[in-house]
């Protein structure tokens, strides 16, 4: 059965390349959510940090190949839930660690993987869990970034080691 979630791990590029690798994830569409107007906001509007979106990416993934818990457990290790508006260089509240569900059970699912996560970091997780508002997608030259674009300075440098780190971390994930 396919289930959704929407995930704001920093830039969306990062957890765009990510996920778009693990098996069981069917798509992943970069984009914004849970800011303060219910209009489609462009990537200008959100980069100026004054509507509230957070770059995300939307995961549609077969619940019977992958769960929850384990991509909860990805993106938690491939970003940084303890910093509070920033990822590395990326400072905003764009770029905020975020997990945003549609369903209620599943926020249950979410409380329970963090506070088993929260033992492997040194500082409290500042990561939101929300209801998911005003989910929209990025313009067109957002998607696939890191696929289209992998000797980019920012890729090379930035996104690269975060799928390494999949990579390294979650083999029994990674897609043939």
Same mark, same amino acid.
């Given at each position: ?6 995930? @704001?791990?920093? %830039?969306?590029?990062?957890?765009? *390349?990510?996920?778009?690798?693990? =098996? @069981? ?13 219910? *209009? &489609? ?5 959100? %980069? =100026? /940090? ?28 491939? #970003? ?5 508006? =920033?990822? @590395? ?18 926020? *249950? ?24 508002? #005003? ?10 970034? $890191?696929?289209?674009?992998? &000797?980019? /300075?920012? %890729? *090379? $440098? ?8 999949? =990579?390294? #971390? ?7």
């Amino acid at each position: 059965m396919n289930s959704e979630i929407v995930l @704001g791990g920093g %830039c969306f590029w990062c957890t765009e *390349a990510v996920f778009q690798q693990v =098996r @069981g994830v069917l798509s992943v569409t970069s984009g914004y959510s849970n800011g303060l107007k219910p *209009a &489609q906001p462009s990537y200008e509007e959100v %980069c =100026r /940090g004054d509507t509230g979106y957070n770059e995300v990416v939307k995961l549609v993934y077969d619940d019977l190949v992958v769960g929850l818990k384990d991509l909860l457990q990805i993106f938690f290790e491939v #970003h940084d839930p303890t910093s509070l508006n =920033r990822q @590395g260089n990326d400072v905003g509240t764009q770029y905020r660690s975020g997990i945003y569900v549609s369903h209620e059970e599943d926020q *249950a699912m979410v409380k329970a993987v963090m506070a088993e996560v929260q033992a492997d970091f040194s500082k409290p997780l500042v990561t939101e869990v929300l209801p998911l508002a #005003h989910f929209w997608p990025a313009e067109a030259y957002h998607h696939n970034y $890191f696929v289209n674009n992998p &000797q980019q /300075g920012y %890729c *090379a $440098f930035v996104v690269a080691p975060k799928v390494g780190k999949l =990579r390294q #971390h979650f083999s029994q994930w990674v897609k043939d």
